[in-house]
């Protein structure tokens, strides 16, 4: 079950946080920042994922801090050569595969919720219009809760029904 809520996804009490992320993503804008700065090791591992696997758009990463905390990376970004970017813009093909592989890993891990972002829609430069309803027909069908914070209020939990 989808649920919108507003509030801060950072106090979310969801097993997982999703967030979009790029390969070898410095994490240093928006909700990365936020949670490489809450889980410092989280940007380092991830980097490391990235070069071990040969990572490209389209897939995720599940990180895994103290007390079990669950960051799942989503690879929604496109790759960039240049010096001062890691990555390009999200698009939709790459949000529309790492949703899937994100089904699959949310079975395989048995999560019982997560917390995610309106995903490409800040610095990702997507509309979310047109980002919807690719988390509704991806997540709308799980057995668990899904909370899509549509609206950040720093510093305010929201209300998760269900959790």
Request: hydrophobic share 40%; aromatic share 8%; with cysteine.
């Amino acid at each position: 079950m989808i649920y919108k809520v507003e509030g801060d996804i950072l106090l979310s009490k969801a097993q997982a946080i999703v967030h979009g992320v790029g390969v070898n993503d410095p994490m240093d804008k928006g909700l990365a920042l936020k949670l490489r700065n809450k889980y410092p090791s989280l940007q380092k591992d991830l980097d490391r994922w990235c070069h071990q696997h040969n990572t490209k758009p389209g897939e995720a990463w599940m990180w895994v801090g103290q007390n079990n905390m669950r960051i799942v990376n989503l690879i929604t970004h496109e790759n960039m050569e240049s010096n001062d970017h890691h990555y390009d813009k999200a698009t939709l093909s790459n949000i529309r595969h790492a949703l899937t592989v994100l089904v699959k890993m949310i079975a395989f891990e048995k999560l019982t919720s997560i917390a995610l972002p309106r995903l490409g829609t800040g610095l990702g430069d997507l509309d979310w219009d047109d980002v919807w309803p690719l988390i509704e027909n991806n997540l709308g069908g799980l057995d668990i809760p899904v909370y899509v914070y549509v609206v950040y209020h720093p510093g305010l939990p929201a209300d998760e029904p269900a959790v």
